[in-house]
């Protein structure tokens, strides 16, 4: 069984998820922990932003209801990358699983992992320099792949290499009774 075999695409709902965790509140500026509403401004052409609903106030329209395809546009945009801090951009973001697919557990029925790949608490967006970085150990910038230590694949191979020592079978305990130290007789 490989990873491969199992990794599915992520669905538009977990992105959402994962992005309305992680933005900021486009007014406040305080994470929108997952409930964010959309609304824009009562400036003409200004475009929804997503908000605290606490914070609408009447500088703001009325929320409007989006597509999920631009409400992960607007998320986007309101996200810092989990990796380096800096904001986010549309088109520019990798979603990466934290812990990776290859270091979780399958589940029993052998169909998914533990946790659920889809799980949108152990994902994280990312700007494509950060995943590059966690995926392949290549710094953001550099042109060659400095070390794969630490990172993804780094890990990987490891854990390939420990499975594959795994199953050699193991050295059976010998039988042989271990001989006591004869007592003295008198
Ligand atoms: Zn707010
Ligand atoms: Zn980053």
Same mark, same amino acid.
């Not at 052998?110 to 290549?138: M, S, V, W, Y």
């Given at each position: 069984m490989r990873v491969s075999d199992l990794r599915k695409p992520l669905p538009d709902g977990v992105k959402y998820a994962v992005l309305a965790r992680q933005a900021v509140c486009w007014l406040c500026e305080e994470p929108l922990a997952g409930s964010p509403v959309f609304c824009a401004m009562t400036v003409i052409h200004d475009p929804p932003r997503a908000l605290h609903d606490s914070c609408i106030e009447y500088s703001f329209r009325d929320p409007v209801k989006l597509k999920i395809k631009n409400k992960i546009a607007i998320l986007t945009e309101q996200c810092k990358c989990q990796g380096c801090g800096f904001r986010l951009h549309k088109g520019k973001v990798r979603f990466d699983h934290r812990p990776p697919l290859e270091q979780r557990k399958l589940n029993?029925?052998?169909?998914? =992992?533990?946790?659920?790949?889809?799980? $949108?608490?152990?994902?994280?967006?990312?700007?494509?320099?950060?995943?590059? =970085?966690?995926?392949?150990?290549?710094? $953001?910038?550099a042109l060659k792949t400095v070390t794969t230590l630490g990172s993804d694949v780094h890990i990987a191979a490891k854990l390939r290499r420990m499975l594959r020592r795994g199953k050699k079978p193991k050295r059976k305990w010998p039988k042989r009774a271990l001989k006591s130290r004869p007592f003295r007789k008198r």
């Open positions: 029993r029925a052998k169909t998914d =992992f533990i946790p659920k790949q889809h799980n $949108p608490l152990f994902i994280d967006a990312l700007d494509i320099e950060c995943h590059q =970085f966690r995926t392949t150990g290549r710094k $953001p910038g």
